[in-house]
């Protein structure tokens, strides 16, 4: 079995049979438990009970503790446990949630990340009000890595609503995040799971998503993402995976639009992405001074996108680096 499908895996229905609660919380988990029980417990303080909701966490063979011994102490039986033979990949482990989950509506929810009292009533209500709608998801807070939350998401929209035109809007820009949506089973049933890269698949999951089904949104800021140097976006970061992967992404979604469209959006979205990289390297240098790592963006960045402001950008990131080397290797003589 691929580790990386090079295509989405097929999710399985569920016998029509079983008896099914509404939601199903699938916490995916590798490496992260000093983190889990925050986790836990905002979903455990908003818990409708078993036979509405699915609690369970999917531990991809983690080595930092022992994770059944913590979900059982936190979850205090409400919360199951399901550990992987061996250690999958990420891709691979939400695949498993997904077929795992027994609930109509499914969110997965990394195993750093928190949600907001009311999150799962508010997405209740969406798909209520919006039946159509293959996903539905809200505003966001962003956590640093002190745990304190920094700033917020953009707002898609003043009210509750069906996005707009969301899969063009979100061809130009990855801007939603794992913990912030929740996708229907037989969406996922329909199109299949994560594929293809391991940073920037939930971008193209979304556009799937898109592609095929109204997305609802609240921008009731109901949800927390966790920023910090242990997740998969910042290593992929130090290799420069990161631009490999969202060229790869960039050209499947443009495969989504009208013909007409597909060139613009594409170099926009590659425009917009490169900025962004840039800015985050400048970012990460400043808090790291970690010169391999800009070395390694500032190479992707040349091969993917490259105009004369961002070669500025790039050329005094790089000046800072060479200085910094520079400096420290002189302080190391005297």
Not at 24 to 44: D, G, H, T
Not at 224 to 249: C, M, P, W
Request: glycine content about 6%.
């Amino acid at each position: 079995m691929q580790r990386i499908p090079s295509e989405p895996p097929k999710i399985e229905p569920l016998p029509k049979d079983i008896k099914r609660p509404l939601w199903s919380v699938m916490i995916p988990a590798y490496n992260c438990s000093k983190y889990l029980q925050e986790v836990i417990e905002s979903v455990l303080q908003q818990d409708p009970g078993p036979e509405k909701m699915q609690i369970e966490v999917i531990d991809d063979c983690s080595t930092d503790e022992d994770v059944e011994a913590l979900v059982r102490r936190v979850g205090k039986g409400r919360v199951e446990y399901y550990r992987q033979q061996c250690n999958v990949g990420s891709l691979r482990n939400f695949e498993t949630c997904i077929n795992r989950a027994r609930g109509q509506y499914i969110h997965l929810l990394h195993g750093d990340d928190r949600i907001k009292y009311g999150y799962y009533w508010k997405i209740e209500s969406l798909f209520e009000r919006f039946p159509d709608a293959g996903a539905a998801f809200c505003a966001w807070s962003y956590i640093d890595p002190k745990g304190d939350l920094n700033r917020h998401s953009r707002i898609e929209a003043k009210r509750d609503c069906i996005l707009k035109n969301w899969l063009e809007e979100l061809a130009l820009f990855g801007r939603l995040q794992y913990v912030t949506i929740t996708v229907k089973r037989d969406v996922y049933e329909r199109l299949g799971g994560f594929y293809g890269v391991t940073y920037g698949e939930d971008w193209e999951m979304w556009s799937r998503i898109a592609k095929h089904y109204p997305t609802a949104y609240t921008p009731d800021i109901l949800a927390e993402y966790r920023e910090h140097n242990t997740s998969i976006s910042s290593q992929s970061f130090l290799t420069g995976k990161n631009i490999q992967d969202i060229a790869k992404v960039i050209n499947i979604i443009t495969g989504y639009l009208p013909d007409r469209k597909k060139e613009k959006i594409n170099k926009i979205a590659r425009r917009n992405y490169i900025y962004w990289a840039t800015d985050e390297a400048h970012k990460q240098w400043h808090f790291t001074r970690n010169g391999k790592m800009v070395k390694s963006q500032a190479k992707e960045i040349a091969n993917t996108y490259l105009d004369f402001p961002l070669a500025i950008k790039l050329s005094k990131l790089m000046v800072k680096v060479q200085l910094y080397s520079v400096v420290n290797k002189l302080q190391s003589f005297l």
